[in-house]
């Protein structure tokens, strides 16, 4: 299936892709390599997703604060794709970034928010590299911050 074919079946709604909020682009093409800037925990409802893991939110709250931001990622693809998910060769890297309490040890698993949804859309060529990282503060007060590294046909 192709990823909007996903899109439908698992009843997804994108968000609609932020533009920056400083001196820097949402998105940026190198030859076949499309670069997404991190993209932050924001709901359904366009509200901030704030806190501390492992003291505001616990383990699943994160995994789903990773999915909103696979999505918002998603959402800036089909942006710079011209709105053609079919352009997408295959997801190289995601970097999460977690701001969580100094014993937290689980961010793995609120990434995995991330990278679960990342392969329900792309299916295979959804499968990436990743890297999963605590942080004491992430801007706007966030839980939870990723970004990505695609390759183009």
């Known amino acids: 299936m192709s990823a909007e074919e996903n899109i439908e079946k698992l009843k997804i709604k994108l968000p609609e892709a932020k533009a920056p909020v400083g001196n820097y682009v ?4 190198s030859g076949k390599t499309l670069f997404i ?4 925990s924001i709901d359904e409802n366009g509200q ?10 616990d383990t699943e ?9 696979a999505l918002s990622i998603i959402a800036q693809v089909k942006k710079a794709c011209d709105n053609d998910l079919s352009k997408i060769k295959s997801c190289i890297k995601l970097t999460g970034f977690v701001n969580s309490t100094d014993d937290f040890v689980e ?28 942080t004491n503060s992430l801007p706007l ?3 939870v911050e990723v970004d990505a590294i ?4």
Request: hydrophobic share 40%.
């Open 26 to 29: 949402a998105t940026k093409i």
């Open 37 to 40: 800037s991190g993209q932050i």
């Open 48 to 57: 901030l997703i704030k806190g501390k893991i492992g003291k505001d939110l």
């Open 61 to 69: 709250a994160g995994y789903n604060a990773a999915s909103r931001c």
């Open 107 to 134: 961010q793995p698993k609120v990434i995995n928010g991330a990278s679960d949804m990342i392969a329900s859309v792309f299916g295979d060529s959804g499968m990436h590299t990743r890297a999963a990282v605590s």
């Open 141 to 143: 007060g966030v839980s």
């Open 150 to 153: 695609f390759e183009l046909k």
